[in-house]
C-alpha cells in the first residue's frame, strides 16, 4: 500500500483544506481507502466526505450504515447517506449505479470539490476486462477503467487499480479496520460473481501476477484508443450533431475510423452503461447503415431506438418498446407488459408466477425476451417440445399480447419459463434441489 500510499500525496494534487469526496460501501476495499486517507491527512490537512450509499436490498445495510458512521465519527470524517427508496429499471445494477453517481456528484458541487476517489481495485478491472471481451464492447470498453477519469469540472480517482483484493483485506486485517462483507457477492446468479468465484483464481493460479497484466493491457487499449480519437475528433462534430449521425460523409471513411466513430456515440449514451452494449449491437448499427433499405429502425438497451431515413440515423431514447426487447435478468426487471421479473430468495407459491431453477441445469446468464420464430419448450411433464405459438393459442392469448409476452432463457437459448403460463422440465418442485427462485407479478 505504500505505493497507493505516495501516490495519493505526490501524484494526484491535493492541496492544503481540499475537500475530498470517497464513496465508502464499508467492504474491505473501500475501508482501506478511507483508511488511507485519514493517514494522508496527516501530512495534507485534507478535508474527508464519506460518502455512503445504501441500496436498500439486504437488511444487513442498516447496520452495516451505522458501522461506516461511527468509523466516520471517531476518525473526525464528515459523514453523508443516501438510501435508495426504490428501483424501476429493468436492470438493477445499471439503475443503483446511476443513482450512485448522480449522488456523488451532487456531493461534488455541495462540497465544491474537484475530486471523487472509489475503491475499484485490480481484481475489478481484470472482472470488467474479461466480461466485456467475452460479451464484446468498444475499443475503450475493453479497457475496462483508467485510474484517472477526468469527468465535468471534477476528477475520479481509483488510486488502489493495482492492488489485488486479497491485499486489501490483508492491509484491514493487520491495521485492524473494520469491514462488512456482502454475501450477496458469492451468488452465482450475478454475471460478475462467476469470474470472480471460478475465472480470476483460475488465471491467479497460472501466473500470481496477472493482474499486473491486465492493468498493463488496459493502459495499452487507452494509449492506442486515445491516438484513434485524436482522429475521429476532426470529423465526429460534423458527423454527428444533435444525436443525428449523417451517412454521406460517414461512409466515405476508412473502416477503423467508422467503427471508432459508432463506438463513441455509444459511449456518449451509455457512459456508465456501457456493459450493456455487446459486438451484437455494434452488428445491429452496421447492418442498418449498410442496409439497402431507406428506412428502418432496431433497439438497444435502455429503450434507445436506433433510426435510419435515408442519409442519417438517429439515436433517441423511447420511453415505450413498440417491438422486441432482450434483458438480462440481474435482479429486478421491469417488462414493457408492465409486468416484473424478480429473483426472490424463497416464496411459497407453486403457480405459474414461480419458477424454480437449478443453475447446473442451465447456462447463465438468464435472459427475458419477446418470442423468436420457431421458438419450442419442453414443457413440465410432457414428452417431447411444443410451439410457443401454439402454446399462446392454447392458452387464448390475444395476438397483441403475444408480441410482448415475456419468455425466459437461458445463455443457449433454452426456454426455462413462460410466465402465467407453462413452466419448462427445468423447473424444480420444492422437494428438488434449485438455487434460483423467480417470480413474475
Not at 355 to 368: A, F, W
Not at 408 to 431: A, E, G, I, R
Amino acid at each position: 500500500m505504500k505505493n497507493v500510499y505516495n501516490y495519493l500525496l505526490k501524484g494526484v494534487g491535493f492541496k492544503e483544506n481540499d475537500n475530498v469526496v470517497v464513496a465508502v460501501s464499508g467492504g474491505p476495499d473501500s475501508m482501506a481507502l478511507l483508511h488511507l486517507l485519514i493517514k494522508l491527512r496527516e501530512k495534507i490537512s485534507i478535508n474527508i466526505i464519506c460518502a455512503h450509499v445504501n441500496h436498500n436490498v439486504r437488511k444487513e445495510s442498516f447496520d452495516e450504515a451505522l458501522n461506516v458512521e461511527e468509523y466516520c465519527h471517531q476518525n473526525k470524517v464528515i459523514f453523508e447517506y443516501m438510501i435508495i427508496d426504490s428501483y424501476g429499471d429493468d436492470n438493477f445494477h445499471n439503475e443503483a449505479r446511476v443513482k450512485r453517481y448522480n449522488y456523488f456528484e451532487e456531493l461534488i458541487k455541495k462540497y465544491n470539490s474537484n475530486y471523487l476517489l472509489t475503491a475499484h481495485h485490480a481484481d475489478d478491472l481484470m472482472e470488467t476486462i474479461l466480461m466485456r471481451l467475452v460479451r464484446g464492447s468498444t475499443l475503450r470498453g475493453y479497457a475496462g477503467f483508467a485510474k484517472l477519469s477526468d469527468m465535468n469540472g471534477y476528477k475520479i480517482i481509483r488510486p488502489l487499480i493495482e492492488m489485488t483484493k486479497e491485499e486489501l483485506e490483508d492491509y484491514d486485517n493487520i491495521n485492524g479496520i473494520p469491514y462488512a462483507i456482502d454475501n450477496s457477492n458469492k451468488k452465482d446468479v450475478y454475471t460478475r460473481n462467476r469470474y470472480r468465484k471460478y475465472v480470476v483464481p483460475m488465471l491467479k493460479k497460472e501466473d500470481k501476477n496477472v493482474h499486473k497484466k491486465f492493468y498493463k493491457f488496459s493502459r495499452t487499449i487507452l494509449a492506442y484508443n486515445n491516438y484513434i480519437d485524436k482522429e475521429v475528433d476532426k470529423v465526429f462534430d460534423t458527423l454527428y450533431k444533435d444525436n443525428t449521425l449523417y451517412l454521406k460523409d460517414f461512409n466515405g471513411l476508412d473502416d477503423l475510423i467508422k467503427t471508432r466513430v459508432i463506438d463513441k456515440i455509444l459511449e456518449i449514451i451509455y457512459q456508465d452503461d456501457l456493459m450493456l452494449i455487446t459486438d451484437r449491437h455494434e452488428q445491429l448499427i452496421s447492418d442498418l447503415i449498410v442496409s439497402k433499405k431507406g428506412n428502418g429502425y432496431i433497439y438497444l438497451p435502455n429503450n434507445i431506438k436506433v433510426v435510419k431515413k435515408y442519409d442519417k440515423i438517429s439515436f433517441t431514447p423511447e420511453l415505450e418498446v413498440a417491438d422486441g426487447y432482450e434483458i438480462e435478468i440481474i435482479d429486478h426487471v421491469s417488462l414493457p407488459n408492465g409486468h416484473c421479473i424478480d429473483i426472490v430468495d424463497e416464496c411459497d407459491s407453486n403457480g405459474n408466477d414461480i419458477c424454480r431453477l437449478n443453475s447446473n441445469d442451465i447456462k447463465l446468464p438468464l435472459r427475458v425476451r419477446t418470442r423468436h420464430n420457431g421458438d419450442r419448450m419442453y414443457v413440465k411433464n410432457m414428452n417431447g417440445s411444443k410451439k410457443i405459438n401454439d402454446i399462446f393459442i392454447d392458452s387464448k392469448i390475444d395476438k397483441i399480447k403475444r408480441d410482448m409476452w415475456p419468455v425466459v432463457v437461458d445463455s443457449n437459448d433454452n426456454v426455462v419459463w413462460l410466465p402465467n403460463l407453462k413452466k419448462s422440465q427445468f423447473n424444480k418442485t420444492n422437494s428438488e434441489k434449485y438455487d434460483i427462485i423467480l417470480r413474475y407479478y
